[in-house]
């Protein structure tokens, strides 16, 4: 006898049985629903790409060693998208001309990346992508960051089970030359230590930074403005605070939408000037749950032409994580809203009927597939979620009637076949979706 194959997934990736998928697609549509009202419109691209634009724009972890690549028939390299952001950079390079500026748009797309699968990390996932192109305003923050809170509000977030933590990189550069006194060319290196701040020791932090040439008294004046939190902006020189893009949110009525935090700064391969994260505020799960920020130029490896983006990206794992940690993923949908049954097999064609109507009024409807006996295909109905069934009797028929059970209170009442679908609609208690 021939071996079985396995019938487990490719590791770091999940199957979604339907009860899973019906979770899933409950909380994506609800997101969906709060984006678009913000005016974005939605787009999508393909999953395989030149593997070059991930190795031209993505960050090094994931151009050398997260990339899934295959070469074609015609010798040329792809990779699977491990994200979405250099795909829209190259389709808005593409349609530049005929778009009208700014363009906001969104997607959820599957991304592939070669991890060692663990809590809120897999191989595949899914992610919302939303991004605005041809906005350089802080205008163009605001609107981010109240479109965050919103969509966290509507899958059930509440503002103290999460945080906005934000940063610009303008002010962190000047935090770092103007009063710790790094020198410019040192800037990138700090930044990637301070990066790691919250997950090394201070001796270990310190050590690195003292290899890069910073003394004790400056690591110490870092550690002290990194604690401060806003404060520190008003410290830094007008200069720097008029190039900022977070400085005017700070001080506008905008404020209380975010926790300004230097510790914030995300790969520097995008991102130019406002950065942030959104951090789950529960001990069991207090990680980021997505991030992004303002990139000046990410359609410069495609063209000449100079076009500001904002956006975020938004993994399904760790949302769902946050979801679960906070008790806030939705119930599975039931399957279907009504079960017509007929109690023979010459009846099959008006059930066949019946069902059609019904479903042309918008419910889900299920007919049996084989004769079973009425108290098998009731359970059936009544596990797959029906509200009400519809039960064909020979003698019924003749009378052009049938039996309608609510299978909530067992109460059944014989109408006629004209009446079905405004019998139902009393029993679902709700309009059908059309």
């Not at 015609?74 to 500026?101: D, K, N």
Request: proline share 5%.
């Amino acid at each position: 006898m021939s071996q079985l194959l396995s019938t487990a997934p490719y590791r770091g990736t999940r199957d979604f049985l339907p009860a899973e998928m019906s979770v899933r697609l409950q909380v994506f549509q609800r997101l969906y629903e709060c984006i678009e009202r913000y005016g974005f419109v939605r787009y999508d691209g393909p999953v395989l790409e030149p593997a070059e634009i991930y190795e031209a724009k993505s960050g090094r972890e994931i151009a050398d060693q997260q990339l899934y690549t295959l070469t074609d028939r015609g010798g040329r390299r792809l990779a699977l998208r491990p994200e979405m952001t250099p795909s829209v950079a190259r389709m808005i390079a593409a349609s530049a001309g005929q778009l009208q500026f700014p363009v906001r748009w969104y997607c959820n797309v599957n991304c592939h990346r070669y991890e060692r699968p663990q809590r809120g990390r897999v191989r595949e996932h899914w992610q919302i992508n939303v991004d605005t192109f041809g906005a350089d305003s802080p205008a163009c923050e605001m609107e981010f960051f109240e479109l965050i809170h919103d969509m966290m509000a509507a899958v059930g977030g509440q503002r103290d089970m999460y945080v906005l933590r934000v940063n610009d990189r303008i002010l962190l550069e000047g935090i770092l030359t103007e009063i710790v006194g790094i020198p410019a060319p040192g800037i990138r290196d700090v930044s990637s230590i301070i990066d790691r701040w919250e997950k090394y020791p201070r001796e270990t932090l310190a050590a690195q930074a003292s290899s890069l040439g910073v003394t004790e008294a400056q690591f110490t004046q870092l550690e002290t403005a990194l604690k401060a939190g806003e404060d520190i902006v008003a410290d830094l020189s007008a200069e720097v605070r008029e190039r900022s893009q977070i400085a005017p949110v700070l001080a506008s009525d905008a404020r209380d939408l975010i926790t300004f935090d230097p510790l914030i700064v995300r790969a520097f391969e995008y991102y130019t000037s406002t950065v942030f994260e959104v951090f789950d505020t529960d001990p069991a799960n207090s990680r980021s749950l997505f991030g992004g920020g303002r990139y000046s130029n990410l359609t410069g490896l495609f063209s000449h032409e100079q076009i500001p983006g904002f956006g975020f990206g938004m993994g399904d794992v760790t949302l769902f994580d946050f979801l679960d940690a906070h008790g806030l993923l939705p119930t599975p949908r039931n399957d279907i809203d009504v079960a017509v049954i007929p109690l023979d097999v010459d009846l099959d064609s008006p059930a066949r009927d019946i069902a059609r109507h019904l479903r042309g009024a918008g419910y889900r409807v299920s007919t049996p597939l084989t004769q079973r006996k009425l108290g098998k295909e009731l359970a059936r109905a009544d596990k797959a979620g029906a509200d009400a069934v519809v039960i064909i009797g020979p003698q019924d028929w003749r009378t052009a009637t049938v039996a309608v059970r609510d299978l909530r209170t067992g109460e059944q009442a014989t109408i006629a076949v004209n009446d079905v679908v405004s019998a139902v609609q009393r029993i679902v208690g709700r309009q059908p979706t059309n």
